[in-house]
């Protein structure tokens, strides 16, 4: 049984910075794309940014771009997100994802997500 634990949420004023995490268990992110995805209130979830496990390949959506840095720690088996320059838009539930393989648009496992509130 894989399970993906995400944490690092939480409340901070526009402009700030927060560092999301993401750890598994009964699996490792070996030969994975490891992706966060968000969902905020009344909207459907989309991706935000993936990371190739085998050579730190990332990808991200235009909003988040020069603001947001997905990372790994290979001998943690942990994936990051930072996020700075917060802004109250980036308001929602952060999911950590990963996949069986390093597809970055296929995710198999997900987490329970963690919440981000930024406030104006």
């Known amino acids: 049984q894989v399970q993906l634990v995400e944490s690092g949420g939480g409340l901070v004023q526009a402009g700030g910075s927060l560092r999301l995490s993401c750890a598994a268990s009964g699996r490792t992110f070996s030969s994975s794309a490891v992706g966060w995805f968000r969902q905020a209130p009344g909207s459907e979830r989309e991706f935000v940014a993936g990371?190739?496990?085998?050579?730190?390949?990332?990808v991200y959506t235009n909003a988040v771009k020069g603001r947001f840095t997905i990372s790994r720690d290979t001998a943690k088996n942990m994936v990051y997100l930072q996020m700075n320059s917060l802004k109250p838009e980036d308001t929602a539930v952060y999911y950590c994802a990963a996949g069986n393989n390093e597809i970055l648009s296929k995710y198999d496992y997900w987490g329970q997500g963690t919440q981000v509130t930024v406030s104006s």
């Open positions: 990371i190739r496990w085998s050579n730190g390949n990332a």
